[in-house]
């Protein structure tokens, strides 16, 4: 996250890092045993999903590690678009849901340009590489047409675009798969996906658009 601040303990209690020897990705927690990231993060060994982190240098009591049982990609996802940049983690076993570990509530419809959204990782801050507290940062969603003016062709009906088109403050590596949460009812809206560079100017940060997933989420859960 470029230009956020240190989270408050617990501001985003859903969020999980994603491990294999060192943080590689975020992703959200929606169920005890269910986790959401981005496609492009797969990894074909066993992750260790780590839950309840705040500092990921540090045991700090908080944690829990589970390791992914089952991962399963979006059977459309495209590589080289990045369309439908989506995956689901069963976990190989249930998590323990308390004040440092809870779910997020995915969407109930899709959010309107404008709505301001809390992004948050562990990825690159550009400033001090790679932080160990988890960083957190508001930013709006943009309109459609604000998104095809910086990526004209590349953005599908599948993705967002959030954050700020004088640049300044986004997501960057790192904070891949990880969640954007807005405001209204703290629901579940975005993926950490791509983009060009990190805070440039003109070049926001493309999100995978996760309500249009919430039949393709309850099915694939509902399947395994």
């Known amino acids: 996250i470029v230009c956020g601040s240190t989270c408050n303990k617990n501001a985003a209690p859903y ?3 994603l ?4 943080h590689f990705c975020g992703g959200s927690l929606i169920n005890s045993q269910w986790v959401v990231y981005a496609a492009h993060c797969y990894q074909s060994r066993t992750i260790s999903v780590r839950l309840g982190e705040h500092n990921i240098a540090v045991s700090e009591g908080t944690e829990q590690f589970i390791n992914s049982g089952k991962s399963i990609r979006h059977s459309s996802y495209n590589s080289r678009t990045l369309d439908n940049d989506i995956m689901l983690i069963k976990l190989a076993s249930a998590a323990t ?3 440092n570990v809870k779910t997020v509530t995915l969407p109930s419809g899709c959010a309107s340009a404008g709505t301001n959204c809390q ?3 562990w990825g690159n ?3 001090t590489n790679y932080p160990d507290l988890l960083q957190c940062l508001t930013a709006p969603i943009l309109t459609d047409a604000q998104c095809n ?3 004209p062709g590349q953005i ?3 993705m967002i675009c959030v954050g700020f088109i004088e640049g300044g403050k986004d997501s960057c590596q790192g904070d891949s798969g990880g969640p954007v949460v807005c405001k209204s009812q703290l629901q579940f809206q975005g993926i950490v996906s791509w983009g060009r560079g990190c805070a440039l100017r003109n070049y926001p940060g493309v999100y995978t658009k996760v309500c249009n997933y919430i039949a393709w989420i ?4 509902a399947a395994n």
Do not use: C, E, P, R
Request: aromatic fraction near 8%; charge should be neutral.
């Open 125 to 127: 801050t550009l400033s």
């Open 15 to 17: 969020i999980v890092s």
């Open 218 to 221: 309850s099915s694939t859960i």
């Open 149 to 151: 003016a910086a990526y």
């Open 97 to 99: 849901l308390n004040s």
């Open 156 to 158: 599908t009906s599948n």
């Open 119 to 121: 992004l948050s990782g």
């Open 19 to 22: 491990n294999i020897g060192y």
